[in-house]
T-cell receptor, first 114, second 110 residues
């Protein structure tokens, strides 16, 4: 399996607190992604990165920020968590964004905001 | 309108049955197509890419109809282990990320 790990695996936090999720890869892939998955919505793209310090917004980026200071790490930050951000967060990596390249997903982080 | 639409199911079928899922996409500029499989509380995993000429991988056959903008997945001789959610996924031209349908749940029963 591709080397991609997410931490933490589970987290419960209070409304209004900052939260940072980490995605770490050992594959030296250029592209990294953060998705959230909610019932009835499938996976929706939050942010992605196409290189160190190069990031762009996805379809549900409001309330989230990201950083990528090293090829292997992509951080997702909720500056002030809200209950609507309760979700399962998946990180993914890809060697290329083009067609027919496999995207490998991490095991997910289950975040509950109370 | 969602960019990728699927029937959520669930599809309940007996072992050995043949089952087909369809998916429609709204953007004709979509350039790449995939089926992913997701087991309960697990991450999505690539099942197969979908090519215009159609392609087969064992019991699984995928078809793409660009004119009608739909993708299909056919599973023959269903196994209990096929029970999962099947996600239709596209890459839109000019985008650098996967766009997912909400998934179709399959339950294969003994």
């Amino acid at each position: 399996d591709a080397g991609i790990t997410q931490s933490p695996r589970h987290k419960v936090t209070e409304t209004g607190t900052p939260v940072t999720l980490r995605c770490h890869q050992t594959e030296n892939h250029r592209y990294m992604y953060w998705y959230r998955q909610d019932p009835g919505h499938g996976l929706r793209l939050i942010h992605y990165s196409y290189g160190v310090k190069d990031t762009d917004k996805g379809e549900v980026s409001d309330g989230y920020s990201v950083s990528r200071s090293k090829t292997e790490d992509f951080l997702l930050t909720l500056e002030s968590a809200t209950s609507s951000q309760t979700s399962v967060y998946f990180c993914a990596i890809s060697e290329s964004a083009g067609q027919n390249y496999g995207y490998t997903f991490g095991s997910g982080t289950r975040l509950t905001v109370v | 309108r969602k960019e990728v639409e699927q029937d959520p199911g669930p599809f309940n079928v007996p072992e050995g049955a043949t089952v087909a899922f369809n998916c429609t996409y709204s953007n004709s500029a979509s350039q790449s197509f995939f089926w992913y499989r997701q087991d309960c509380r697990k991450e999505p995993k690539l099942l197969m890419s979908v090519y215009s000429s159609g392609n087969e991988d064992g019991r699984f056959t995928a078809q793409l109809n660009r004119a009608s903008q739909y993708i299909s997945l056919l599973i023959r001789d269903s196994k209990l282990s096929d029970s999962a959610t099947y996600l239709c996924v596209v890459i839109l031209t000019g985008r650098r990320a996967l766009t997912f349908g909400s998934g179709t749940r399959l339950q294969v029963q003994p």
